[in-house]
């Protein structure tokens, strides 16, 4: 029920935000950025509504739930059926609690992700539909291949990275989560950042969008994509790839 429901956070409370920037042609980035904040709000107001009611935090909870399944209740001989290799014991137990860790470590930054990509759908297609059937002029998303981070964003991340590495010191939170979820969410915008820059020569180059579509899935799927997109949305964000490409041609 509880996943239900933060879906429904997630889907619905950025809509009245980022409606007052569709509909007065603010900047179409900044509304989804205050609407994917709006609905990371209502997503933490559940989860303290949660404890408030069951003494536990969501990840305990979820903690304890993982902690219900081991590698003597899973249906193994189906899975052998498929082909795949067959583990000892102590090894299948040590990657499921290698599995229930990271899973765990992971839900704030995945509550965060989501909570972006969800804001950026909703304004595209929420836009779309008022520009086709309003008679009002609705800031629309520029292209995708336009977009970019602010240049402060470097400094901030570093700000950031000090700021949560006082914090672990003062036993404030676990080193690891909040690592693995700073390392997680830098990793996803850097990327985002990387994958615009890709749109963008893409686009100056004429490659066909579904071509672009396919290596966006690559990239984002595979470590070693992922590491193509940070490295260069950070290169593109320091040193203006664009804009100097732009000057070249």
Same mark, same amino acid.
């Given at each position: 029920?509880?996943?239900?429901?933060?879906?429904?956070?997630?889907i619905?409370?950025?809509?009245?935000? +980022?409606? #007052?920037?569709?509909l007065t042609?603010?900047? *179409?980035?900044? &509304? %989804?950025?205050?609407?994917?904040?709006?609905? @990371?709000t209502?997503?933490s107001?559940?989860?303290?509504?949660?404890?408030?009611?069951?003494?536990?935090?969501?990840?305990q909870?979820?903690?304890?739930?993982?902690?219900?399944?081991?590698?003597?209740?899973?249906q193994?001989?189906s899975?052998?059926?498929?082909?795949?290799?067959?583990?000892e014991?102590?090894?299948?137990q040590?990657? +499921?609690? #290698?599995?229930?860790?990271?899973?765990?470590? *992971?839900?704030? &930054? %995945?509550?965060?992700?989501?909570?972006?990509v @969800?804001?950026?759908?909703?304004?595209?297609?929420i836009?779309?539909v008022?520009?086709?059937?309003?008679?009002?002029k609705v800031?629309l998303?520029p292209?995708?291949?336009?977009?970019?981070l602010?240049?402060?964003?470097?400094l901030?991340?570093?700000?950031?990275?000090?700021?949560s590495?006082?914090?672990?010191?003062?036993?404030?939170?676990?080193?690891?989560?909040?690592?693995?979820?700073?390392?997680?969410?830098?990793?996803?915008?850097?990327?985002?950042?990387?994958?615009?820059?890709v749109?963008?020569?893409?686009?100056?180059?004429?490659?066909?969008?579904?071509?672009?579509?396919l290596?966006s899935?690559?990239?984002?799927?595979?470590?070693?994509?992922?590491?193509?997109?940070?490295?260069?949305?950070?290169?593109?964000?320091?040193?203006?790839?664009?804009?100097?490409?732009?000057k070249?041609v």
């Amino acid at each position: 029920m509880y996943t239900l429901i933060t879906l429904l956070i997630m889907i619905v409370m950025p809509i009245p935000v +980022m409606m #007052r920037y569709m509909l007065t042609g603010r900047n *179409a980035y900044r &509304g %989804i950025l205050e609407g994917s904040m709006s609905a @990371i709000t209502g997503v933490s107001l559940l989860f303290l509504a949660f404890w408030s009611m069951t003494g536990l935090s969501y990840l305990q909870a979820l903690k304890n739930a993982l902690n219900q399944v081991n590698f003597e209740n899973m249906q193994l001989p189906s899975y052998y059926a498929m082909g795949i290799k067959e583990l000892e014991p102590a090894s299948m137990q040590l990657a +499921m609690d #290698r599995m229930k860790e990271i899973t765990t470590l *992971a839900v704030p &930054g %995945i509550i965060i992700v989501f909570c972006i990509v @969800i804001a950026y759908l909703n304004y595209a297609v929420i836009s779309r539909v008022l520009s086709k059937v309003g008679k009002k002029k609705v800031s629309l998303l520029p292209p995708f291949r336009t977009f970019s981070l602010p240049k402060n964003i470097v400094l901030g991340s570093l700000l950031i990275y000090v700021l949560s590495y006082i914090t672990v010191s003062m036993g404030i939170i676990t080193e690891d989560l909040i690592m693995f979820n700073l390392e997680m969410l830098f990793t996803f915008i850097f990327s985002i950042q990387g994958l615009a820059a890709v749109f963008y020569f893409g686009y100056r180059k004429r490659v066909p969008k579904f071509v672009l579509l396919l290596f966006s899935v690559i990239f984002f799927t595979t470590w070693i994509g992922q590491t193509f997109l940070f490295l260069l949305g950070l290169t593109d964000l320091v040193f203006d790839l664009r804009k100097r490409f732009s000057k070249l041609v």
